[in-house]
C-alpha cells in the first residue's frame, strides 16, 4: 500500500471516529424543528452517484437530507443502520420522497458507482449512494472535520434541514419510533 494511500485511509478514519464520538456522547435532541438554527456542516463537494451522475452539494440544495457515512464492506453497522434506514423511510410513506437519503462511501476505491449500485439494491431505493476519488472524498471528510464532525463512518445518520445545518443525529440505538418521528418532522422542514 502507497504511503499516500496509507495517509488517506487514516485521514478518513480519523474523520468517521470524531462522528461516531459526537453521536454516541450527544444529549438526546429536541424535536427537529427546534433545532433548525444549528450549525452548517459540509461545503462544496463533487462526487459520482451508483448511477455514475456526477452530484455536486447543489444537486441536494432546497430539499432536507439525510445522510450516512459508511463502506459496503462493512460487515455490521453498515447494513444494519440502512436496514433500519429503509424501514423508517417505508414508516413515514410519500414524505420520504421529500428528503434527500444519502449513503456516502468511505471506501472509493472499492465502492466503485456499479458495486454501490448492486449493495444498496438490498434497500430503500430512495437512499442514494455516492462515491468519488479519494481526493473528492479526502477533500469532503476534511470540510466535516474543520466544522467538528467524524472521523471514522459510523452507525450515526445525520439529519439536515433545507440550507444543509445539521438538525439532529440519529444513532443506531434510538428506538425506531423516534428515529420514524425524526425524519417525519425534517420532512415537514
Keep these: 500500500?502507497?504511503?499516500?494511500?496509507?495517509?488517506?485511509?487514516?485521514?478518513?478514519?480519523?474523520?468517521?471516529?470524531?462522528?461516531?464520538?459526537?453521536?454516541?456522547?450527544?444529549?438526546?435532541?429536541?424535536?427537529?424543528?427546534?433545532?433548525?438554527?444549528?450549525?452548517?456542516?459540509?461545503?462544496?463537494?463533487?462526487?459520482?452517484?451508483?448511477?455514475?451522475?456526477?452530484?455536486?452539494?447543489?444537486?441536494?440544495?432546497?430539499?432536507?437530507?439525510?445522510?450516512?457515512?459508511?463502506?459496503?464492506?462493512?460487515?455490521?453497522a453498515c447494513p444494519t443502520t440502512l436496514s433500519d434506514l429503509?424501514?423508517?423511510?417505508?414508516?413515514?410513506?410519500?414524505?420520504?420522497?421529500?428528503?434527500?437519503?444519502l449513503f456516502i462511501s468511505i471506501d472509493p476505491e472499492r465502492d466503485t458507482s456499479a458495486h454501490l449500485k448492486e449493495y444498496l439494491s438490498s434497500f430503500d431505493p430512495r437512499i442514494r449512494g455516492l462515491t468519488g476519488t479519494g481526493e473528492q472524498i479526502f477533500a469532503l471528510r476534511i470540510q466535516l472535520e474543520e466544522r467538528g464532525y467524524g472521523r471514522q463512518h459510523t452507525a450515526g445518520i445525520y439529519l439536515m434541514d433545507r440550507a444543509g445545518k445539521i438538525v439532529s443525529p440519529i444513532s443506531l440505538q434510538t428506538d425506531n419510533k423516534i428515529a420514524i418521528e425524526r425524519l417525519r418532522q425534517l420532512a415537514a422542514l
Excluded: H
Excluded at 433545532?35 to 432536507?64: H, N, R, W
Excluded at 429503509?86 to 437519503?101: E, R
Design 86 to 101: 429503509s424501514t423508517w423511510l417505508t414508516a413515514i410513506g410519500p414524505d420520504a420522497d421529500k428528503l434527500n437519503v
Design 1 to 76: 500500500m502507497s504511503a499516500l494511500r496509507i495517509i488517506q485511509v487514516a485521514a478518513i478514519a480519523s474523520v468517521v471516529a470524531l462522528m461516531t464520538g459526537i453521536i454516541v456522547f450527544s444529549q438526546p435532541s429536541p424535536p427537529a424543528k427546534q433545532q433548525a438554527e444549528s450549525v452548517p456542516i459540509g461545503g462544496p463537494f463533487e462526487l459520482v452517484d451508483q448511477d455514475g451522475i456526477k452530484v455536486t452539494d447543489k444537486t441536494f440544495a432546497g430539499k432536507p437530507s439525510v445522510i450516512f457515512f459508511g463502506y459496503t464492506s462493512c460487515p455490521d
